[in-house]
């Protein structure tokens, strides 16, 4: 079946250090892949999305580009903020999102000033 | 546009006690989903709606779980004979099917359930 595996955490980072958190994936076909964000005491976020090969997704100085050789949608930002701190969910559907997603574990950022 | 929102935000309940959670999605959105979220963990799909029609319920996680919309706007979740293992957060998202193409899932901001 369709899985998601995502970096554990928690991450730890410095203001404006570059930021990587990995995710492959598992899946028939061809999904649309997503990123959504968990700010504390806040609900789900969608943060960026791709939905066919080599697709990039981009928002809030985030990125992650949809590799279908390697299963992977990795996310990245090339300087981070105290404001980005979260958890962040790596997730995989079909359809552009319309249908049910399967997530990651989530992977925990923590960025101090 | 007032986003999805979950009724209540918080509940604890003893065990045996049965409970329902509502969900009012995005008033143009057609699709209505519920997912439950234990610590640590992403969340977990449930069942969807389309309009009032269920399209999957197997991944319900027993039968003392059910779910309905009845006119095809807000949603119930209802878990009877509710276990101590049932505690965790419920999830409730919307998208829509038709239009400018933006299909992604909005989520509610949950509801957190304690069974003591």
């Known amino acids: 079946g369709n899985s998601v595996t995502q970096m554990e955490g928690p991450v730890t980072l410095s203001e404006e250090a570059f930021l990587t958190i990995n995710c492959t994936y598992t899946a028939t076909g061809y999904p649309s892949l997503f990123w959504y964000v968990q700010y504390p005491g806040e609900g789900l976020q969608l943060l960026l999305k791709?939905?066919?090969?080599?697709d990039k997704g981009s928002n809030k100085g985030f990125e992650a580009t949809y590799r279908k050789e390697t299963t992977s949608f990795h996310l990245e930002k090339g300087s981070v903020q105290v404001s980005d701190s979260a958890v962040y969910f790596c997730a995989l559907g079909r359809n552009s999102g319309n249908t049910p997603l399967v997530f990651g574990k989530g992977t925990r950022l923590s960025v101090i000033a | 546009d007032t986003g999805v929102s979950q009724d209540p935000r918080h509940k604890i309940t003893k065990r045996g006690q049965n409970v329902t959670f509502r969900c009012d999605p995005i008033s143009e959105h057609n699709r209505l989903y519920w997912y439950r979220q234990t610590l640590g963990q992403g969340p977990e799909f449930l069942t969807y709606f389309q309009n009032e029609a269920q399209l999957e319920k197997s991944r319900l996680l027993s039968d003392r779980f059910s779910a309905e919309r009845p006119k095809g706007s807000f949603s119930t979740l209802e878990i009877q004979r509710t276990e101590q293992g049932d505690s965790a957060m419920y999830l409730c998202?919307?998208?829509?099917?038709?239009?400018?193409?933006?299909?992604?899932?909005?989520f509610g901001p949950g509801t957190r359930l304690t069974v003591t």
């Open positions: 791709a939905t066919k090969a080599d």
């Open positions: 998202a919307s998208s829509q099917t038709s239009g400018t193409g933006l299909y992604e899932q909005y």
